[in-house]
């Protein structure tokens, strides 16, 4: 089955204790992104990757590190976590930056 | 990106056609309308995007109209499972917007039984 995942779904951290959220595809998807969700927000881009080793900045990268080594995962790393990244996290991916993105399930990201 | 407007709040009875408005009337030439879907913090589910013709597929239908400044959902059969946060998006490709995805507040379509 073609889709996006995400591990861990569900995280509660401390401040500082540095962390990283998974992001896989199955579909050989050369564009990957990273969005948070925040109420009365909506989402917005953190970082995005047009291809391996490829990576940009997004809306609100501040915090936040990527990485793209392989074409089918697409790791968001916190290095030192703060309660303001406390928020919703979803990954997509798309076969090019044009095309249809589709979203993981989501990562739930408690920061104490 | 063109900005989108849409009704914060909609409902539907079980059964009925849902039909969800968008205006995007700063919508340039080259952009596409997309309309994905949030059903309670899950991630966003794509349903269907278009140009400037009419688009169906197994989800929902498309109607933009000819001045490309509207747009229209229809769920022909809206069911309880279609409650959710609908989003209407234009899509601007290239430059520092390349492919990124801005999500407004959407329509909380609400489907009654």
């Known amino acids: 089955e073609a889709q996006v995942t995400q591990n861990p779904r569900y995280l509660i951290t401390v401040t500082g204790k540095k962390l990283t959220v998974t992001c896989s595809q199955n579909?050989?998807?050369?564009?990957m992104s990273w969005y948070r969700q925040d109420p009365g927000l909506g989402l917005r881009q953190i970082y995005y990757s047009m291809n391996v080793e490829v990576t940009d900045k997004g809306d609100v990268p501040e915090g936040y590190k990527v990485s793209r080594k392989e074409k089918r995962n697409f790791p968001l790393i916190l290095e030192s976590p703060s309660p303001n990244q406390t928020s919703l996290y979803f990954c997509?991916?798309?076969?090019?930056?044009?095309?249809?993105?589709?979203f993981g399930p989501g990562t739930r990201l408690t920061v104490l | 990106d063109a900005k989108t407007t849409q009704p914060p709040s909609m409902d539907c009875a079980e059964g009925r056609a849902a039909n969800l408005p968008c205006n995007h009337s700063t919508i340039s030439g080259n952009e596409y309308v997309y309309w994905y879907r949030q059903i309670h913090s899950q991630g966003p589910q794509y349903i269907i995007h278009g140009l400037k013709n009419n688009e169906t597929n197994e989800m929902a239908s498309l109607i933009i109209t000819e001045d490309r400044k509207s747009s229209t959902l229809i769920l022909p059969h809206a069911t309880l499972r279609d409650t959710a946060v609908y989003y209407c998006i234009v899509r601007a490709f290239g430059g520092t917007s390349y492919g990124k995805l801005t999500f407004g507040q959407g329509t909380i379509l609400t489907v009654h039984p």
């Open positions: 579909m050989n998807h050369e564009y």
């Open positions: 997509a991916s798309s076969l090019t930056g044009t095309d249809t993105q589709y």
